[in-house]
């Protein structure tokens, strides 16, 4: 089960930190990538990250945003800090993982969160 959590609205150039949480998390070979949907348009992926602490980001996220990711007994909580915010990051954020694998794909994710709103107003 993954569970998103810090879904907000703010002021454009606000910081915004969202997380999710993977409980009884064990697999040893995993990707895990934020993907957000703007009203309108399709799903994209924005930053992934692999447990190597391999990470990739989309460039319009690139410098604004940094994903990371923190281990306590077992559960694996994923999170991207947004700094600064502009109103063309709002969209409904989807948090996946992949395991078995150090790859993410939005066609292959294995498990997905149900998504949270941001909104980032002018």
């Known amino acids: 089960q993954v569970l998103e959590s810090g879904g907000a609205s703010v002021q454009s150039g606000e910081s915004l930190t969202i997380s999710c949480t993977m409980y009884?998390?064990?697999?040893?070979?995993?990707?895990l990538a934020w993907f957000r949907q703007a009203p309108g348009q399709g799903r994209e992926e924005i930053v992934d990250?692999?447990?190597?602490?391999?990470?990739?980001?989309r460039s319009s996220v690139k410098g604004r945003f940094t994903a990371s990711q923190k281990d306590v007994g077992g559960s694996l909580t994923f999170s991207l800090q947004m700094h600064p915010t502009r109103p063309d990051d709002t969209a409904t954020y989807f948090c996946?993982?992949?395991?078995?694998?150090?790859?993410?794909?939005?066609?292959?994710?294995?498990?997905w969160g149900k998504g949270i709103q941001v909104t980032i107003s002018e």
């Open positions: 996946a993982v992949n395991v078995d694998t150090y790859f993410c794909g939005a066609t292959n994710m294995d498990y």
């Open positions: 009884e998390f064990t697999a040893p070979k995993y990707c």
């Open positions: 990250l692999d447990n190597n602490e391999i990470s990739w980001y």
